[in-house]
């Protein structure tokens, strides 16, 4: 079992860099392939970018390439998210997930543990 916690959202304008972090418990982070997904209202939920668990490989939704970055430092048992020229459509709950299996999925159903969530909000 591991516990996710996200942290780091906020309102950023248009343009702007905002970096989410998602800090896990437990001492078997790095066997975990972990995810950033996000929900706006009335949308599903969708994936923004995975991480393999040395952090050797990456993959990311094609809406954020060349603007959002995926990190990990097992040493800390953290994720990070870094998010660049933000755009209002980025708008959504962000959400860190941990993987069991060995594959960079971004498919949700592939995700065994969920964090609460953070708030990002990118104003025009």
């Known amino acids: 079992q591991v516990q996710l916690v996200e942290s780091g959202g906020g309102l950023v304008q248009a343009g702007g860099s905002l970096r989410v972090s998602c800090a896990a418990s437990g001492r078997t982070f790095g066997s975990y392939v972990m995810g950033w997904f996000r929900q706006a209202p009335g949308k599903e939920r969708e994936s923004v970018a995975a991480i393999s668990r040395l952090g050797w490989s990456t993959n990311y939704a094609d809406s954020v390439k060349g603007r959002f970055t995926i990190s990990r430092d097992n040493a800390k048992s953290t994720v990070y998210l870094q998010m660049n020229s933000l755009k209002p459509e980025d708008t959504a709950v962000y959400y860190c997930?941990?993987?069991?299996?060995?594959?960079?999925?971004?498919?949700?159903?592939?995700?065994?543990?969920w964090g609460q969530g953070t708030q990002v909000t990118v104003s025009s």
């Open positions: 997930a941990a993987s069991r299996g060995a594959v960079v999925t971004t498919r949700l159903v592939e995700y065994d543990y």
